[in-house]
Each structure stands twice: as structure tokens, then as C-alpha cells.
């Protein structure tokens, strides 16, 4: 089965750049699939930032596209996450995922990871 | 743009009760394009029901998903203790690939 675990910095500056990684096991990236990212403001509700492919194609939630990329590394079977310009509006939980069976969902989850926006 | 509502915001029940979640869809969608999710503090979203009515791998059978035209139901035959978390439906389509509903908490 496939395992997922988030890493990367729990402050980040505002205006800065948060970076973000997704260390995948029990499985490959190259196998197939579509690997996505996911956030949860406090006491809020689900957000799809983005998705990207073994190949490296990504897409994009319109909302945050001028700010993300989304790139995969499938040499070392992770993939990361790039948020520029962040505010204290971006503070929230971050997840990583995966399709799960019958596809159109995330049917594998990693732990998420906290991630504040502050001086 | 495909908005999901999913009302009321908190529902309580009490343990052995049956349970019965409402997503709603702004338009006509395909059911092989959502799931339901189950929440609990601390946790990631878990995948329980895809296409609509199908549990995924290791839900029990208590839980159950239905559709009617843009109404999606998810059902708790029995509350167990466990069960008592925050739901949130899916929908997969353009723009934003993936998209939630708020979420509606079952308390006791």
C-alpha cells in the first residue's frame, strides 16, 4: 500500500516562498498516477492546490496557479511543492495525496504537515 | 464551476442511530465523480465512498452512499463511537480538479 509523508519548514516568512516535499513508498511515482497536494486552513475545510504526473505535466487549481509549481522527482520517488508570495492567509495544513481506487478521488493520504506564515 | 453544499454544518446523533449525510451539486454531475471522506481531529480525510456507492478497501458496511440526480446522500446505517468525525463530499471536474464540500460534522 501506498505510504505518503509530508516534510519541509513549519514558518515561513510572508512574502516568501514555501517549499514543501512528498516522500512516497510502497509504491513508484513512475508507476502511474496522479500525485496531488492539498491544504486545510485551521478549522476549515478541504482545498486542491494541484496534481502532477510521473511525466512532470501538472495542473492547477486557477485559483493559486500564478503562485504554485508542482514538480516530481522520480529518480528518488518524491515530489514537492512550491508556494511563492505566501501571506498569513496560506497558513494551514498541508497534505499530500494520491488517486484511489476507481480514480477521480485521493484515496491515499499522508499525515500533513503545519506550515505558518510569520515574521 | 460545480459548487457542493452540504448541510446542515453539524448533525447530532447518538451511538446506534442512523445517520444520513446530504452533498448537494449546483448542476447535474457524474456520479462516477464523487467521493465521501471521513475526518476525525488530528487525521488526514480518509477515503470512504467513490462513484458515489462504492466503499472503498477496509470501510465497513455501515457506511453506504446513494444518488439522486444532484442530491448525494451518505448513510450510517448504526453510529458506532468511531464514526463521530466531519464528512466532507468530493466532486472531480474543472477548473479546480477536486473539489470539497464544507464538511458536516456528526457530534454526539
Known amino acids: 500500500q501506498v505510504q505518503l509523508q509530508e516534510s519541509g519548514p513549519g514558518l515561513v516568512e510572508p512574502s516568501g516562498t514555501l517549499s514543501l516535499t512528498c516522500a512516497v513508498s510502497?509504491?513508484?511515482?513512475?508507476?502511474?498516477?496522479?500525485w496531488s497536494w492539498v491544504r486545510q486552513s485551521p478549522g476549515k475545510g478541504l482545498e486542491w492546490i494541484g496534481e502532477?504526473?510521473?511525466?512532470?505535466?501538472?495542473n492547477y487549481n486557477p485559483s493559486l496557479r500564478s503562485r504554485v509549481t508542482i514538480s516530481v522527482d522520480t529518480s528518488n520517488d518524491h515530489f514537492s511543492l512550491r508556494l511563492s508570495a505566501v501571506t498569513a492567509a496560506d497558513t494551514a495544513i498541508y497534505y499530500c495525496?494520491?488517486?484511489?481506487?476507481?480514480?477521480?478521488?485521493?484515496?491515499?493520504w499522508g499525515r500533513g504537515t503545519l506550515v505558518t506564515v510569520s515574521s | 464551476e460545480i459548487v457542493l453544499t452540504q448541510s446542515p454544518g453539524t448533525l447530532s446523533f447518538s451511538p446506534g442511530e442512523r445517520a444520513t449525510l446530504s452533498c448537494r451539486t449546483s448542476?447535474?454531475?457524474?456520479?462516477?465523480?464523487l467521493a465521501w471522506y471521513q475526518q476525525k481531529p488530528g487525521q488526514a480525510p480518509r477515503l470512504l465512498i467513490y462513484?458515489?456507492?462504492n466503499r472503498a478497501t477496509g470501510i465497513p458496511d455501515r457506511f453506504s452512499g446513494s444518488a439522486f440526480g444532484t442530491d448525494f446522500t451518505l448513510t450510517i446505517s448504526r453510529l458506532e463511537p468511531e464514526d463521530f468525525a466531519v464528512y466532507y463530499c468530493?466532486?472531480?471536474?474543472?477548473?479546480?480538479?477536486?473539489?470539497f464540500g464544507q464538511g458536516t460534522k456528526v457530534e454526539i
Open positions: 495525496a494520491t488517486d484511489g481506487i476507481g480514480g477521480y478521488n485521493l484515496g491515499y
Open positions: 510502497g509504491g513508484s511515482i513512475s508507476s502511474g498516477g496522479w
Open positions: 502532477v504526473y510521473h511525466s512532470g505535466s501538472a
Open positions: 448542476q447535474s454531475v457524474i456520479s462516477k465523480y
Open positions: 462513484a458515489a456507492s
Open positions: 468530493q466532486y472531480y471536474g474543472r477548473p479546480a480538479l477536486y473539489t
